[in-house]
Nanobody, 115 residues
Framework: VQLVESGGGLVQAGGSLRLSCTASGSTFSINDMAWYRRAPGKHRELVAS????????HYVDSVKGRFTISRDNAKNTMYLQMNSLKPEDTAVYYCNLDPEPMWAWGQGTQVTVSS
């Protein structure tokens, strides 16, 4: 499976971005997925997850109420709507399986939030 993330960019604090993750292959729809991020000098962390059917989601406390994860299994695509962005959200964002990110990592998409 190949993962391709897109939608990142440079935004001012308080702004919004929508990230997309597209997966090749036919197994996307049956797998629980997640967005991860790696900030400079920090370990990669899970940001949000969503079950295969999309009916249940989970968020790390720092993004609750600001980020929304969703997926369109017909398009093999997952999204992360990010609102009220903060400088501490600056990171490279990746998508992968949840709970174990066993697929090969994509290149990620850089999100930079200026204060």
């Amino acid at each position: 499976v190949q993962l391709v993330e897109s939608g990142g960019g440079l935004v001012q604090a308080g702004g919004s971005l929508r990230l997309s993750c597209t997966a090749s292959g036919s197994t996307f729809s049956i797998n629980d997925m997640a967005w991860y991020r790696r900030a400079p000098g920090k370990h990669r962390e899970l940001v949000a997850s969503i079950i295969s059917g999309g009916g249940s989601t989970h968020y790390v406390d720092s993004v609750k109420g600001r980020f929304t994860i969703s997926r369109d299994n017909a398009k093999n695509t997952m999204y992360l709507q990010m609102n009220s962005l903060k400088p501490e959200d600056t990171a490279v964002y990746y998508c992968n399986l949840d709970p174990e990110p066993m697929w090969a990592w994509g290149q990620g998409t850089q999100v930079t939030v200026s204060s």
